[in-house]
């Protein structure tokens, strides 16, 4: 059926690195990603979208990479601070809808 | 703007019960959504609708209920509360649909206890 995945369900990172969170999708029929954050509490908010003619897009410290040979989308985010403590979810189209995967939590320590 | 507004926050219900959960979206978005999340998951997509009037399920209708009659309003409907139904409930919305690349904006929760 359909999925989408995330390769770990928890990173942590010191204030200052660059993290890297991870996806794979199932289907190859979607044509469009999103990244949200998750605060505790807080529905999700919309971080960055991509759609599937492009490879990467570039948002303010985030940087979102698709590779559609693998099926694999990826979100960096750059000199992470401790406000970017969150649950980070992807998710894909399917028609009307999209479809969502479990998450990773990211944890960041000053 | 107020965005996507979900009432009630919170709610504890008896098994059995029903009720209603609110959502309100002041974008004129055309399309909204009821997704359930459950602890430690992704969400899932339980109704979603296209415009007043219509409405189609998701991945997990079973024992919900919808209605859309206005553009901005889009509630979902507990017939008889079951303990598999607690969970926390979000409504979302957007211009277009996901296959027209346009992301969807989300309320920030009905937290749901059935005992």
């Given at each position: 059926?359909?999925?989408v995945?995330?390769h770990?369900?928890?990173?942590s990172?010191q204030e ?6 991870n ?8 044509d469009?990603?999103?990244w949200?954050?998750q ?6 908010q919309?971080?960055i ?9 570039q948002g303010?410290?985030?940087?979102v990479l698709?590779?559609?040979t693998v099926?694999?989308l ?22 009307a ?5 479990k998450?990773t939590?990211l944890?960041v320590?000053? | 703007?107020?965005?996507v ?15 209603t959960l609110?959502?309100?979206q ?5 399309y ?8 430690g998951?992704g ?10 009037g ?23 409907r507990l ?6 139904q607690t969970s926390v409930y979000?409504?979302?919305?957007s ?11 989300f ?7 059935i005992?």
């Amino acid at each position: 059926g359909e999925s989408v995945g995330l390769h770990l369900p928890t990173l942590s990172v010191q204030e200052g690195d660059n993290s890297i969170i991870n996806c794979a999708y199932s289907n190859s029929a979607s044509d469009y990603f999103i990244w949200y954050k998750q605060e505790s509490g807080k529905g999700p908010q919309f971080i960055i979208d991509i759609r599937s003619n492009m490879d990467k897009r570039q948002g303010q410290r985030v940087t979102v990479l698709l590779n559609k040979t693998v099926k694999h989308l990826s979100l960096q985010i750059a000199a992470t601070q401790p406000g970017d403590s969150a649950v980070y979810f992807c998710a894909s189209s399917k028609g009307a809808a999209l479809i969502f995967g479990k998450g990773t939590t990211l944890s960041v320590s000053s | 703007n107020a965005g996507v507004t979900q009432t009630p926050k919170f709610r504890i219900l008896k098994i059995g019960q029903s009720m209603t959960l609110q959502c309100a979206q002041d974008m004129n978005h055309n399309y909204m959504y009821w997704y359930r999340q459950d602890p430690g998951m992704g969400l899932k997509l339980i109704y979603y609708s296209v415009g007043a009037g219509i409405t189609d399920k998701g991945e997990v209708p079973n024992g919900y209920n919808v209605s859309r009659s206005t553009t901005e309003d889009f509630p979902l409907r507990l017939e008889l509360a079951a303990p598999s139904q607690t969970s926390v409930y979000f409504c979302a919305s957007s211009l277009g649909q996901a296959s027209r690349k346009q992301p969807q904006h989300f309320g920030d929760g009905t937290r749901l206890s059935i005992l």
